[in-house]
Each structure stands twice: as C-alpha cells, then as structure tokens.
Nanobody
C-alpha cells in the first residue's frame, strides 16, 4: 500500500526558509509523479508544485514561482520542496501526493491518487 510521509514543517519568520520532504514507504517513488499541495481551514486545497517521474519537468503555482523549488532524489526515494522567502500567506498544512500518469504535471488535486498526512508550516513573526 502506498504510503507518503511528509516532514520538515515548522514555525519560521517571514523571509525565512524551510525544506519539506516527502518519503515513500512500501513503494518506489520514482514510478510516480509527485505533487505538493497546501490547505488552510475553510479554503480549498491549492496545488503548489509538481515534478515528473524522472524529475525533468516541473510546475509551480504563480504564488510560489521563484521562491519554491521542487526536486527529487529517486535513490533516497524522496521528493523535496525548498521554500525560500516565506510569507505569512504561505501558512498552511502541506501535503504531498502521487499519481502514475507520466505525462501530467498538473496541479489539480483530482489527478492524484495517494496522499500523505500533511505537515504544518507556519510563517509568523
């Protein structure tokens, strides 16, 4: 059974950085397209970034482009989200998700089959 586990969240001041990790347990992550999403209470889940199976293609939401970088290490069975220049509006629970469509790097949550439990990111002074 696919299990995704996120880590790396926490409290950071505006302008700071965090790196989130998503690790696959029980399956090989390199066979999956991986996305990062975030959600705040009362709002819809928002697609943040996505990376193709081999890592050659990436996609970013306009709100994070230029500040966040997605990457993957298929040897370590992990995908990362480096978040720089964080803003209070980046505060959310961040989730990683997976699907097996090698052609799609969309940020639509409906395209993803498996989800992690999430990690809280809070940006506040």
């Amino acid at each position: 059974q696919l299990q995704l586990v996120e880590s790396g969240g926490g409290l950071v001041q505006p302008g700071g950085s965090l790196r989130l990790s998503c690790v696959g347990s029980g399956f090989t992550l390199e066979h999956y397209t991986i996305g990062w999403f975030r959600q705040v209470p009362g709002k819809e889940r928002e697609g943040v970034s996505c990376i193709s199976m081999a890592g050659g293609r990436t996609n970013y939401a306009d709100s994070v482009r230029g500040r966040f970088t997605i990457s993957r290490d298929n040897v370590k069975n992990a995908v990362y989200l480096q978040m720089n220049s964080l803003k209070p509006e980046d505060t959310a629970v961040y989730y990683c998700a997976a699907h097996r469509n090698r052609w799609s790097i969309s940020l639509q949550s409906a395209d993803f089959d498996s989800w992690g439990q999430g990690t809280q990111v809070t940006v506040s002074s």
